[in-house]
């Protein structure tokens, strides 16, 4: 096991904890462990992976020490964490600086020496997703195995997959092969970005069912009230990922009455604070934007929605904070809203 940034001895006692308590205690842990996830009053609270892209140390064990030390006990897991440890060939891209030059593109802010970057990384990446192709079609699920025993061992549920393998451009056999380390992993869907093609839609719902998923789509700034309708009409393993607040920041003041139309097709939520279209669409720290996480939160807890609850964190990080802090004050804002 490669040493991580963080301590092994938190992670080793987290571990104890677990392993000795459902042996000899089980009702002393009946508050901590005893539900996936953890809930808080009903309602499951993880966080995406991605939220600790900017860590030095993106090893498996790395990210779940993160995970623990956020307090959080559920989690939606990147595609690369997990399939990097299962022996895929390391990107030479460093993804954050593509998808921030994603997403300046798609502000129309590009300047010449970024477009040309951008060109630079774009090809690379497509190289390399020649290469993880050719990988997953030989590649053994039995390292996803390990993972999930190894999160198992620690209490934290994986409740959503999301590998960079649902694209046009990716094969059958690449989507069948992350569908099954998906399920493998006890995730109960994939997370994908829209790609606003019925066809594609279409194929990966049948796909999902196919092998026992649901494939749940992201939405970004392109996110209406009737963006999904389509797939979630074409077959039940297409399901809803939206995010709050790019929902928001796309200029939506219907948040809520979304949760409660389509709740029952809304396999997570992604939750963070983004000002509205008026007010300059900025990535605020918790309580500070125009998302009603609040509403949202107490909407679940109040109604029953048993969909998880994903905490993103992308928010520039404050001077001396750290990424695990940051998912820490969200988690406790979270945690307010649900007990108020």
């Not at 049948?206 to 092998?211: I, K, V």
Request: with cysteine; hydrophobic share 35%.
């Amino acid at each position: 096991m490669k040493k991580i940034s963080s301590s092994r001895r938190s992670f080793l006692r987290q571990s104890t904890i677990v392993t000795t308590g459902l042996i000899t205690a089980p009702t002393i842990l009946s508050g901590l462990y005893a539900a996936p996830g953890n809930p808080i009053k009903g309602v499951t609270l993880g966080v995406i992976t991605y939220s600790f892209r900017e860590q030095p140390d993106q090893s498996i064990e790395a990210i779940l020490q993160s995970i623990l030390d956020t307090g959080l006990r559920a989690t939606e897991l990147m595609g690369d964490t997990a399939e990097i440890y299962a022996g895929k060939p390391k990107n030479p891209v460093k993804m954050s600086e593509l998808f921030s030059l994603w997403r300046t593109r798609s502000e129309g802010t590009l300047t010449d020496d970024q477009k040309k970057q951008l060109e630079s990384l774009e090809a690379q990446n497509t190289e390399y997703r020649k290469e993880t192709s050719k990988w997953r079609a030989s590649a053994s699920l039995k390292p996803f195995e390990k993972i999930k025993a190894m999160f198992d061992k620690a209490g934290v549920r994986i409740y959503a997959f999301k590998p960079d393998a649902f694209g046009k451009d990716n094969s059958e056999a690449e989507s069948t092969f992350a569908f099954k380390a998906g399920k493998i992993l006890g995730a109960t869907h994939c997370t994908v970005e829209h790609p606003s093609n019925d066809v594609q839609t279409l194929k990966l719902g049948t796909l999902a069912l196919q092998n026992g998923m649901k494939i749940a789509y992201h939405g970004h700034e392109q996110q209406t009230f009737t963006l999904w309708n389509t797939a979630v009409s074409q077959s039940k393993g297409n399901m809803i990922n939206i995010d709050l607040g790019h929902y928001v920041a796309a200029g939506n003041a219907d948040g809520l009455k979304f949760m409660a139309d389509k709740h029952d097709r809304i396999a997570s939520m992604h939750l963070k604070d983004r000002q509205s279209k008026e007010h300059g669409k900025a990535n605020l720290e918790w309580g500070k934007g125009d998302t009603p996480i609040i509403g949202a939160l107490q909407l679940m807890r109040d109604k029953k929605y048993t969909f998880p609850g994903t905490i993103e964190l992308e928010y520039k990080i404050p001077d001396g904070s750290t990424a695990v802090q940051e998912v820490k004050k969200c988690y406790e804002y979270a945690k307010k809203a649900l007990m108020s």
